[in-house]
């Protein structure tokens, strides 16, 4: 497997539908089967390229480092709740979502 960072020199975290092709095309070289993404929840299209290609994916909300304090402090728990919500309404669909993960 291989982590996925939506990262683009000339377009950043906004690839093109050609980019995210030729991330698939690279995975599929490489003989991945499986993807972790990167710290926030993934555009619908690179999961529909996902699902089309049979390749698994640990999809996951925004929170890298997590601290104690952050899980005890109200508002970022309600930030991090709605991002939940989100993900989950954006990706619960898709057949290539294995794994969830939440303050990772």
């Given amino acids: 497997g291989w982590n996925h960072h939506t990262q683009w020199p ?3 975290a906004s ?7 030729t991330d698939i095309t690279m995975l ?3 003989g991945t089967n499986y993807v972790r993404g ?3 929840p993934q555009d619908p ?12 994916m640990w999809s996951e909300t925004l929170g890298p480092s997590v601290s104690v304090h952050n899980i005890q402090d109200p ?9 939940l919500g989100e993900m ?7 057949a ?7 303050f990772n």
């Fill in 45 to 56: 299209r690179w999961l529909d390229r996902l699902d089309e290609a049979g390749i698994v």
């Fill in 15 to 21: 690839p093109t539908d050609e980019q995210m092709d």
């Fill in 96 to 102: 290539s979502i294995m794994t969830w993960g939440w």
């Fill in 38 to 40: 990167a710290h926030y």
């Fill in 75 to 83: 508002e970022w728990m309600e930030v991090q709740l709605t991002q």
């Fill in 10 to 12: 000339d377009t950043g």
């Fill in 28 to 30: 599929k070289a490489g």
């Fill in 88 to 94: 989950l309404d954006n990706a619960m669909n898709h």
